[in-house]
């Protein structure tokens, strides 16, 4: 158990050195940190999963700012890294609009013990409480975030804050247009060679979600 609690401590260290980048990253509002490293369970291989809160509107825009971001420090997990060439990389694979804060079902144990464990990284105390309120009703208990020490940035820097603004009419509009046909026609070209056991794949304006293979997510629940 302590070798297990000493692994947990070091991840977490070095996956908050990276948490700053999101505050460099156009139409993100929120990161929480998602799969093991919220449920505690994590092994040397272990990647750092994120659930992403994009701006309505501009989710397609949002993923292409935080791949580009993390793709060029090296953080960011692709499709072809597994085991030892995943660890310790933050894998972008859920995006979600207002729309979307509500996870779609099913509604399993394992969703429930990870939602409820959730850890804000990046975002106002507002975004994030407004996250966890869309999905009170199935985790059935009301989660009111007030403070946790690994959030550590809840406000955007000002060269993010100015494109914004200069992207928030017409040139944002033509851009999400262009990035939404690129991405999808990606998307759509390699997601039957990543497909496995019951996968979870969205890709719409309201969300982006990547879990090709739900057969480990399967066996967690079993064993709760």
């Not at 994590?42 to 999963?49: C, G, I, W």
């Not at 030892?84 to 972008?92: N, T």
């Not at 208990?141 to 928030?168: G, M, Q």
Request: hydrophobic share 40%; net charge positive.
């Amino acid at each position: 158990m302590r070798d297990q609690q000493v692994l947990h401590d070091k991840k977490w260290i070095k996956f908050l050195k990276r948490t700053w980048l999101f505050k460099f990253a156009p139409f993100v509002e929120f990161a929480l940190a998602a799969g093991s490293m919220a449920m505690g369970n994590v092994r040397p291989e272990s990647d750092f999963d994120v659930i992403i809160g994009a701006r309505s509107g501009r989710i397609f825009t949002a993923r292409f700012f935080a791949v580009i971001a993390f793709g060029a420090f090296g953080w960011r997990r692709k499709k072809i890294d597994h085991r030892e060439a995943a660890a310790d990389k933050i894998c972008l694979n859920h995006f979600v609009t207002p729309a979307s804060y509500r996870l779609s079902p099913p509604h399993n144990a394992y969703w429930r013990k990870l939602y409820q464990n959730l850890v804000p990284l990046f975002g106002s105390d507002k975004k994030v409480n407004d996250f966890f309120a869309a999905n009170s009703d199935w985790l059935g208990k009301e989660i009111a975030y007030v403070d946790d020490l690994r959030h550590y940035h809840r406000r955007k820097s000002w060269p993010v804050r100015f494109v914004e603004w200069t992207l928030s009419g017409w040139a944002g509009d033509f851009l999400e247009k262009r990035l939404r046909k690129i991405q999808i026609s990606r998307i759509e070209n390699g997601i039957q060679k990543e497909l496995g056991h019951n996968p979870r794949i969205i890709y719409t304006d309201q969300e982006l979600e990547f879990h090709p293979d739900t057969a480990r997510i399967e066996l967690l629940e079993r064993s709760m």
